[in-house]
């Protein structure tokens, strides 16, 4: 008897063994193996590796959020996922503007709609019960109250038959003129405290030559106007202009009165009529209605 020579294995086609499936971060692994279609013997094994799939981001979504609220900016974390680990891949914290406040379509209301702040540029209807519709000075009175020139005598009444006191025309026109802090601190009149309400409209006027005091150390605050001195104020704090035309209809005007230029002036521009075709009646009372009429004349016309 012969030997037989031996065959020799035929390696069948490789096979994966041991698997360990790879994740996100961790690498996987097998070992590649080939054995021996005809005897099965292992004829060789070499572990691979699985790389490491990487994360896969989700659609971000937000986190610990917090509304704005009209004044205060709200915030909120744009967070990213891993959709297939789960694993929290970035994290940002992000600013909500705050809304501002709602004062209706217009901006005008009186509160916010949304927290009930009151609204800064709030102007009250002008509703007094002394102001007519049809009154010659009801346009005037609106006027002033939403220019802030001046406010009621109460929540309810304007008063437009009373006096005008000296005070009350000075703080009319300094509030026109936007309400400028006076210069100088220096308050020669007994008569005007630190606290009055037209105290700094006073120093204002004075320091303007819009008016002098009624004597070196008073200013008799809460003396009624009459008709020239109002015209007189109006006309200084207009920068004293000379009237254009020359002829003076009224017999109660004479060239030599404080108020001669004033009167011509006011009646050129339209700001006030005599109170008949010949006369001006420069010494009577001035009311508060004729004030805030004149203002509104000279000034929004
Ligand atoms: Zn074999
Ligand atoms: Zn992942
Ligand atoms: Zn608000």
Same mark, same amino acid.
């Given at each position: ?34 054995? $021996? ?18 994360? +896969? ?54 509160? $916010?709609? +949304? ?29 002033? +109250? ?145 004030? +805030? ?9």
């Amino acid at each position: 008897m012969r030997d037989i020579d031996a065959l020799g294995h035929s390696p069948a086609e490789t096979v994966r063994e041991n698997e360990k499936t790879a994740t996100c971060t961790v690498d996987g692994s097998y070992d590649e193996v080939t054995y $021996c279609s005809v005897c099965g013997t292992e004829l060789s094994r070499e572990a691979k590796v699985i790389p490491a799939t990487g994360h +896969v981001p989700a659609t971000a979504v937000r986190e610990n959020e917090k509304a704005a609220n009209c004044t205060e900016n709200g915030s909120y974390d744009e967070v990213v996922y891993c959709s297939v680990c789960g694993a929290e891949l970035s994290r940002e914290t992000k600013s909500i503007p705050a809304t501002g406040h709602t004062f209706g379509a217009d901006g005008k209301a009186e509160k $916010c709609s +949304v927290c009930g702040a009151k609204n800064p540029d709030y102007k009250p209807p002008v509703n007094f019960k002394d102001v007519k519709p049809g009154a010659y000075y009801a346009d005037a009175v609106a006027w002033a +109250v939403a220019k802030g020139v001046t406010t009621g005598t109460s929540a309810t009444t304007f008063s437009p038959d009373e006096g005008c006191t000296r005070g009350q025309v000075v703080t009319f026109l300094w509030r026109a003129a936007g309400s400028p802090e006076p210069v100088g601190a220096k308050n020669p009149f007994r008569d005007v405290k630190s606290d009055a309400y037209y105290y700094k409209a006073v120093l204002w006027a004075v320091e303007n030559g819009i008016t002098s005091g009624t004597s070196a150390t008073t200013f008799s605050p809460e003396d009624v106007c009459t008709r020239g001195q109002i015209v007189t104020f109006l006309w200084r704090a207009n920068g004293k202009p000379s009237p254009s035309k020359t002829g003076n209809p009224f017999k109660d005007v004479k060239s030599g009165d404080y108020f001669y230029d004033a009167v011509l002036w006011a009646v050129e521009k339209g700001i006030t009529l005599g109170t008949d075709a010949t006369h001006f009646s420069p010494s009577d009372t001035c009311t508060r209605g004729q004030v +805030v009429t004149f203002l509104y004349r000279d000034m929004a016309q």
